[in-house]
Nanobody
Framework: QVQLVESGGGLVQPGGSLTLSCAASGDIFRLNAMAWYRQVPGKQRELVATSTTGGDTNYPDSVKGRFTVSTDNAKNTMYLQMNSLKPDDTAVYYC??????????????WGPGTQVTVSS
């Protein structure tokens, strides 16, 4: 089993920055792919950033140029640097991981989420 725990959320003013962290623990052989999603009440969960073992990253247009995802494989931790935050970025941010365990089986895992509020 693997546990994902997000941290770093909070209240920030428009134009400000935040860095989210997602720490993975448990039976981890390899982080195959990691991603950040976000969700606001009444809406579907939205993909924010993806990161693969090959180092490829992808972002939707809504955050491209403002958000940067990175992964420290030695620490089994993924980060999301968010700059130039807007009120529309307000949401619960979730960490997702497609993670391979020591037995060679990869599974999907989600963190419980961390609230990000952008408001003056």
């Amino acid at each position: 089993q693997v546990q994902l725990v997000e941290s770093g959320g909070g209240l920030v003013q428009p134009g400000g920055s935040l860095t989210l962290s997602c720490a993975a623990s448990g039976d981890i052989f390899r982080l195959n792919a990691m991603a950040w999603y976000r969700q606001v009440p009444g809406k579907q969960r939205e993909l924010v950033a993806t990161s693969t073992t090959g180092g490829d990253t992808n972002y939707p247009d809504s955050v491209k140029g403002r958000f940067t995802v990175s992964t420290d494989n030695a620490k089994n931790t993924m980060y999301l640097q968010m700059n130039s935050l807007k009120p529309d970025d307000t949401a619960v941010y979730y960490c997702y991981g497609h993670i391979m365990g020591s037995r060679g089986t990869a599974r999907d895992y989600w963190g419980p989420g961390t609230q990000v509020t952008v408001s003056s």
